[in-house]
């Protein structure tokens, strides 16, 4: 920029025209992004995989996974059953793909019902000393049972089925997503541009939906993520000891739980499943500690 | 004049994730016994960055560092972190601009002005407190007994930094160097910490190295100043020739960007500089301040001026440079 | 004066009562304590002093920006404090505030568009998408920034880039009065001195009043037409700004305007003020500066000294000394 500037005698107003600094195009930038958080890239593909596994399901070369078969039972891995089959004859490869559906299902509803939830309770939380004192030690209960007890205990109040599962993942993961909301809200609540925004004759709701929600989504996103990750876990293990998903329907937690008793002699019809639960919870965390590190304010800038 | 600590072609950069970034880019400067520099600059000048790597506080990792800084003699660049450390706070004291993060909260302030005169000598402990309780005294703390044992959020702004002040006198240093040791207080408390530094100035005999945006304290306290821009230095006199026959069209800027009491807006408005700092990271061709200069040209873009004599003890870094009559 | 005054502020306060601890009475920070003073058109007031004297919470009490614990702001005429939501919320559009930190003050993710558009949309400025862009390229053009400014993002920009979006988003609703809370504390020294030019050219060719809150008096001396000194919650001097710079009554302001670094001539004798700033939660008895005034006497420990007028003098000061016009030695 080369332009001559107006010395002190100059008596009209000042007209330096001034031009930001430059961005990089934006392709450019994603594919940057993307290349410094190996992560991301990673746990999307993980993720990517399973979700369309689960998807797909019919057409991946399954049949019916509660088909029972008494003559064929404890197979082992063969080009009819790709995983051999299980103690009642059910094919194994079928109910681990279908058992996708579950893991994705819950995971995916309960990450979205707890941020919803969790947001609806931060931000009543935030919003006033009183509100904030009566919920936050509503949410310390919670947080001091474990998790898994409360989920049994849930249960155990309610018929099971696959819908009262996601419930009680969600009851269980809300007090996590409100403590994250709420402290974000209650460090934007003090920032001078909300007060600008007042200044700028702006309505609360107004306030809310257009300067502090938009600070939330990134945090909510890689809660999300943490919540997704437990919900996959807490459902296998509640299927497990039998208190989660409907033996009905097929889930990995499910599948363990059947082959646990024969374990030291068909060690596959744990195994199998275990290792899916294992990938798709390695591709959720890294999904989310990929999030977490692009997504801190520090790096906000720089990209 | 025996000159304490010597400065040539400084260099340093830091190695960030989009690439190295150059913060100071070959300044030079010498600091005599009992002599007073000041560094003025703005936002990304690199004063800041300047003075710590006197004292080579910054993360040995992420930073390179080339040039020299050599202090009585000795290359500070090349000795061992040990010898440094031996160095710190004995021979070159140093002051921050904001006490409350300088200071351990968890301390008492008498504990930790002892503990700055323990490290480099060996005193019993009380010897070191009947010191602290002297330097305490010495940087006009007020009922000095009692604020020993003291936490630093019990104290004042101006008393933090007077506390600052005592633990780097703790060892009778050098070298002092205060990185905007007034900025962060009130003016009135400015004043009498000031007053402070000229006194200590004159008792103890330290050189000290001043850095600073604010060219009030430079008139006040600094024989010398040095003008840096962009990481460069661009000007160096002593304080009478900077304030009154400024060579650099920057610096001329910069003085008349300040307003002073005797005047006001009916006599016409401050002395702008258009644009902003250019941002450290873009490659530069010719003068960092080309872009703004009033009094820029062609070859003002193309090569980068050298620092020529303007007078014995003057230097100024231009192609342009404003030539004032003696008055 | 001729003209009705277009802010007038009638002894207001601003008290903030501290948690309690433990039993016995609660402490309350007195932030401002009895304040009044009057803004004309068209005219700078400049609010000085140190850190704890209220002057930011005045700032924003002015504003409505939080309520009064008593007094009275009155604005044209019509009296603001205790307004009802909605409609202070409308009369908002008249007064207007820029604030200290231009990093904080700008939503980070929003458009500088999208900045500007807000209170345009929100007092009904200007209707239309058409014409809020319009007016949004106008109100760049006023403070200096190029029309493209509007679609990048409000962290793209320099500290003081950012502050010339805040002073346009300022302007935006066509205020009578805009506050400035350390507006330009937070700059450069050559960025505060665009700044500062811009504002003065802003007023002369709006008519703009400002209430310029600072603690810098070489900036406020410049910019200003009159001043107003706090200390501790209370005004202790208040008029012209040549009376007050030039012959300084109050024994602060005296102190004040002697600390002030002087780069051009030699440094006149300088008052030196013993002591820290006291805590605004428990002032002094009588007058608040006299545990540090060099001048203080048996009545100051005692009485609280109330601002009066000196003479036929355009200023009003506090204090107990016996001031006549020719000033004090």
């Known amino acids: 920029m080369n332009h001559q500037a107006h010395s002190s005698s100059m008596a009209a107003p000042l007209q330096a025209v001034e031009l930001p600094i430059r961005r990089a195009k934006s392709e450019w930038r994603v594919l940057r992004f993307l290349k410094r958080h190996p992560q991301i890239v990673a746990g999307s593909l993980i993720l990517l995989v399973v979700t369309l596994v689960a998807i797909f399901a019919p057409l991946l070369g399954t049949v019916d996974p509660r088909a029972i078969s008494v003559t064929k039972r404890l197979r082992p891995p063969s080009a009819e059953f790709w995983f051999g089959t299980d103690a009642l004859g059910r094919d194994l490869y079928s109910r681990v793909v279908y058992g996708a559906r579950i893991s994705v299902g819950v995971s995916v509803s309960c990450a979205f019902l707890s941020c919803v939830g969790g947001s609806i309770v931060g931000m009543v939380s935030a919003s006033g000393r009183w509100a904030d004192s009566v919920v936050m030690r509503v949410m310390d209960g919670f947080m001091s049972i474990p998790s898994m007890l409360l989920a049994i205990a849930l249960m155990a109040a309610t018929r099971g089925s696959v819908g009262t599962v996601i419930a009680a993942i969600t009851v269980v993961e809300i007090p996590r997503v409100a403590r994250v909301i709420r402290s974000v809200m209650l460090a934007l609540r003090e920032m001078p541009f909300v007060e600008a925004a007042v200044a700028a004759g702006s309505t609360t709701p107004k306030i809310f939906v257009r300067h502090l929600l938009p600070a939330v989504v990134s945090p909510l996103t890689v809660q999300a993520t943490f919540v997704g990750s437990a919900a996959i876990i807490i459902e296998a293990s509640l299927s497990f000891i039998g208190a989660g998903t409907p033996p009905t329907i097929p889930s990995w937690g499910n599948i363990m739980a059947d082959g646990k008793a024969l374990w030291q002699v068909k060690p596959h019809l744990v195994f199998i499943p275990a290792v899916f639960l294992g990938v798709t919870i390695l591709g959720v965390n890294l999904l989310g500690d990929g999030l977490r590190d692009a997504l801190d304010p520090r790096m906000a800038e720089r990209s | ?327 | 004066m001729s003209q009705p005054a277009l802010l007038e502020v009638i002894s207001l306060k601003k008290h903030f009562p501290r948690p309690r601890i433990g039993f016995g009475p609660r402490e309350v920070v007195r932030a401002v304590d009895d304040v009044s003073f009057a803004v004309a058109r068209g005219e700078t007031l400049s609010i000085v002093g140190e850190s704890g004297c209220g002057k930011s919470t005045l700032g924003r009490t002015v504003l409505g920006l939080t309520p009064p614990s008593a007094g009275a702001v009155w604005f044209d005429g019509w009296r603001v404090d205790g307004l009802a939501k909605p409609q202070l919320r409308k009369i908002r559009r008249h007064f207007q505030i820029i604030f200290q930190d231009p990093m904080a003050s700008l939503s980070p993710r929003m458009r500088v568009r999208d900045i500007l558009a807000e209170p345009l949309v929100n007092f009904g400025v200007v209707k239309g998408r058409k014409a809020v862009d319009e007016r949004i390229g106008e109100l760049l053009d006023m403070v200096g920034l190029a029309r493209d400014a509007a679609v990048r993002f409000a962290h793209e920009f320099s500290g003081g880039q950012r502050q010339r979006i805040c002073i346009a988003r300022a302007l935006a609703p066509e205020p009578s009065l805009i506050v400035c809370d350390e507006a330009v504390s937070a700059l450069d020294v050559s960025v505060k001195a665009q700044i500062v030019n811009l504002l003065v050219s802003l007023q002369d060719s709006l008519g703009l009043s400002l209430l310029f809150i600072s603690h810098d008096l070489a900036i406020v001396g410049h910019l200003t037409h009159r001043i107003a000194v706090m200390y501790l919650g209370v005004m202790v001097e208040i008029g012209d700004r040549d009376l007050i710079l030039d012959r300084p009554l109050h024994p602060y302001t005296r102190a004040l305007i002697s600390s002030v670094p002087k780069t051009r001539g030699e440094a006149s004798r300088r008052i030196v003020l013993a002591g820290d700033v006291p805590s605004p939660i428990n002032p002094p008895s009588g007058c608040r500066f006299h545990t540090r005034c060099p001048k203080a006497f048996d009545r100051c420990k005692v009485e609280e000294p109330k601002l009066r007028s000196v003479g036929t003098q355009r200023r009003m000061v506090a204090c107990h000394l016996d001031i006549s016009e020719q000033g004090m030695s």
């Open chain 2, 1 to 327: 004049m025996t000159v304490v600590l010597e400065v040539q072609r400084l260099n340093v950069s830091f190695v960030a994730t989009s690439g190295s970034v150059r913060a100071v880019r070959g300044v030079s400067f010498s600091v005599a016994r009992s002599e007073t520099l000041a560094i003025v600059g703005e936002s990304g000048s690199g004063k800041s960055v300047t003075a710590l790597s006197l004292m080579r506080l910054h993360d040995a990792e992420r930073t390179k560092i080339s040039g020299s800084v050599k202090f009585k003699g000795a290359e500070l660049l090349e000795v061992s972190e040990a010898e440094m450390r031996s160095v710190r706070g004995n021979e070159i004291g140093m002051i921050f601009q904001e006490p409350m993060s300088s200071l351990n909260p968890l301390m008492q302030i008498g504990n930790q002005v002892a503990e700055a005169i323990l490290l480099h000598q060996s005193v019993s402990r009380s010897e070191a407190k009947q010191r602290a309780l002297r330097l305490l005294i010495q940087v006009g703390i007020a009922d000095p007994e009692r604020r020993m044992r003291e936490y630093p959020h019990q104290l004042s702004g101006g008393m933090r930094q007077r506390v600052m002040i005592a633990m780097a006198l703790a060892c009778d240093p050098e070298i002092l160097i205060a990185d905007e040791p007034t900025t962060a207080l009130d003016v009135t408390v400015q004043a009498q910490i000031l007053d402070l530094m000229r006194e200590l100035k004159a008792r103890t005999g330290a050189s000290i190295v001043i850095i600073t945006h604010d060219l009030g304290v430079v008139a006040e306290l600094a024989d010398r100043v040095v003008i840096m821009y962009a990481g460069v230095k661009m000007e160096e006199g002593t304080t009478a020739e900077i304030f009154s026959r400024p060579a650099h069209p920057y610096t001329v800027g910069l003085l008349g960007a300040i307003p002073s009491l005797d005047r006001n807006r009916s006599e016409g408005p401050l002395t702008e500089i258009p644009g902003q700092v250019p941002s450290p990271s873009h490659a530069r061709v010719g003068c960092s301040f080309a872009a703004r200069c009033s009094l820029s040209s062609s070859i003002c873009f193309e090569t980068e001026p050298e620092l020529e004599d303007v007078s014995p003890s003057h230097t100024a870094a231009c192609h342009h440079k404003i030539r004032t009559p003696v008055a």
